[in-house]
């Protein structure tokens, strides 16, 4: 047996509201929905990519913008003007201004072979910002996860050409910039819309079983350059210093030099000066050149005595026993 049940919606409506009433309510009800889903802000820092039936359509600058509601079109996001980056190998905890790390769990992405088959731990940061938002959203799938093996691909190529020293010491910044460069181009041809602005060795070391070895070599190499470095101080005292004394003595030799030649044209031109003057007057010229002989010899001889030919016991005069003999 059934029964039939009919319900009257006029029984139900508010005494005071009239059918009119109730479209005007669903109408503004309506029109809030098409505001609230068509308006939306932009932040500073960010750009808006919309897509119309899930394609490209436009892009709008920061501040209140519109699209077309109930999904017609989507709008995603991009921080543009934001500097973002990834860690390799470690971990930020905690940022501030003594910003915590951890390196525990990461060993894959910074264990590392270098080009003389040496391994090194190198921890390092990629800052990157968002060139063009239509690459970085569409052309490549998983954008940040693509960049980040990219990343990790580069460096481990780059650190492979190099030595373990340089990758620890002197060639940190030149593999730095090398790793940006590639990166980059790699980026272009990926088409990922990003722009890498820098590359940081965060840090570089052994790995932990090998580190004591490697102190040890690293300990070595600094003492042979110690004693390199007191060898070359000591060559740059000795070499300057014997090489100033050669001069010298090839300076004083050749003055020597000069000096006795000098000296040999000077008493060349002398005698031929006094043979000029011999042959005009021989007689004369030879009585003057024995009295000037004679004025030098007497000067260095101490007692004088001038006696004539025929004077006799002239011998007590000498004093022989006071003065010994002259």
Not at 25 to 31: F, K, T, V, Y
Not at 32 to 53: D, K
């Amino acid at each position: 047996m059934s029964q039939n049940f009919t319900i009257d919606l006029e029984k139900f409506k508010p005494p005071h509201l009239k059918a009119g009433h109730i479209r005007w309510i669903i109408l503004i009800i309506l029109g809030l929905i098409l505001i609230y889903s068509s308006a939306f802000t932009v932040e500073t820092e960010e750009v808006g990519v919309i897509l119309r039936f899930g394609k490209y359509n436009r892009t709008v600058d920061p501040g209140l913008n519109f699209k077309l509601p109930l999904g017609l079109e989507e709008v995603y996001k991009v921080p543009v003007e934001s500097q973002l980056k990834m860690e390799f190998g470690f971990r930020t905890v905690r940022p501030g201004v003594r910003s915590e790390y951890a390196s525990s769990g990461y060993e894959q992405e910074s264990i590392m072979l270098t080009g003389d088959l040496n391994a090194a731990d190198v921890e390092w940061i990629v800052q990157y910002r968002i060139a063009d938002p239509e690459k970085f959203l569409f052309r490549v799938r998983n954008t940040q996860e693509t960049f980040r093996a990219m990343s990790e691909a580069v460096t481990r190529e780059v650190v492979g050409d190099r030595t373990v020293n340089e990758v620890l010491t002197v060639g940190r910044v030149e593999i730095a910039n090398n790793i940006q460069d590639k990166l980059q181009e790699m980026c272009r041809q990926y088409e990922t819309g990003i722009r890498v602005e820098q590359v940081v060795l965060q840090d570089v070391n052994p790995p932990d079983p090998v580190k004591p070895a490697f102190n040890e070599v690293n300990e070595s190499q600094q003492e042979r350059e110690k004693l390199i470095n007191e060898a070359r101080s000591e060559y740059n005292r000795i070499i300057p210093n014997a090489r100033g004394e050669a001069e010298q003595t090839i300076e004083e030799a050749q003055g020597y030099a000069l000096e006795r030649v000098n000296r040999a044209m000077g008493e060349a031109e002398r005698f031929n000066q006094l043979y000029r003057e011999y042959s005009k007057a021989p007689e004369v010229t030879r009585r003057r050149m024995y009295l000037e002989t004679m004025n030098v010899v007497m000067n260095n001889v101490g007692r004088k005595l001038i006696t004539d030919d025929n004077a006799a016991g002239i011998l007590p005069l000498f004093q022989l026993d006071k003065e010994g003999k002259k």
